[in-house]
């Protein structure tokens, strides 16, 4: 895995400054977007069906069984985003896939043939 150089940092961030709404993590190569920059970030208290084990199926997966009285309380999230505000949205990534591209960070990942996972 390359690392990050300086000078692609010093881009990086002036594009940041310039637009705004994420933060970069050079050591794990990561975009960060915080809360209200493009969308809201919610959270709901929910309650959740407990697991109590898996069942091997004949093809090689597995099947998750779930508790039918027991319950875990759980928190989801969620973004809400203006519909309005999509094309911006889009805008907003694309020109920074493109400054990534133009400093030499790939933002594709290699298509695998015939790649099934099975555990």
């Known amino acids: 895995m390359e690392r990050i150089t300086k000078e692609q940092q010093s881009l990086m961030?002036?594009?940041?400054?310039?637009?705004?709404?994420?933060?970069?993590?050079?050591?794990?190569?990561?975009?960060?977007?915080?809360?209200?920059?493009?969308?809201?970030?919610?959270?709901k208290k929910i309650k959740l069906h407990k697991i109590i084990g898996y069942k091997n199926l004949s093809n090689g997966y597995k099947q998750i069984i779930f508790s039918k009285k027991k319950v875990v309380k759980s928190e989801d999230y969620?973004?809400?985003?203006?519909?309005?505000?999509?094309?911006?949205?889009?805008?907003?990534?694309?020109?920074?896939?493109?400054?990534?591209?133009?400093?030499?960070?790939?933002?594709?990942?290699?298509?695998m043939k015939n790649a099934i996972i099975r555990k």
């Open 13 to 43: 961030e002036k594009w940041r400054r310039n637009n705004g709404a994420c933060s970069f993590d050079y050591k794990n190569k990561d975009i960060i977007l915080h809360d209200g920059g493009l969308f809201s970030i919610q959270k």
């Open 78 to 111: 969620y973004a809400i985003v203006w519909m309005r505000e999509l094309d911006e949205i889009v805008d907003y990534f694309r020109s920074m896939k493109r400054m990534l591209n133009k400093i030499g960070i790939k933002t594709d990942i290699p298509k």
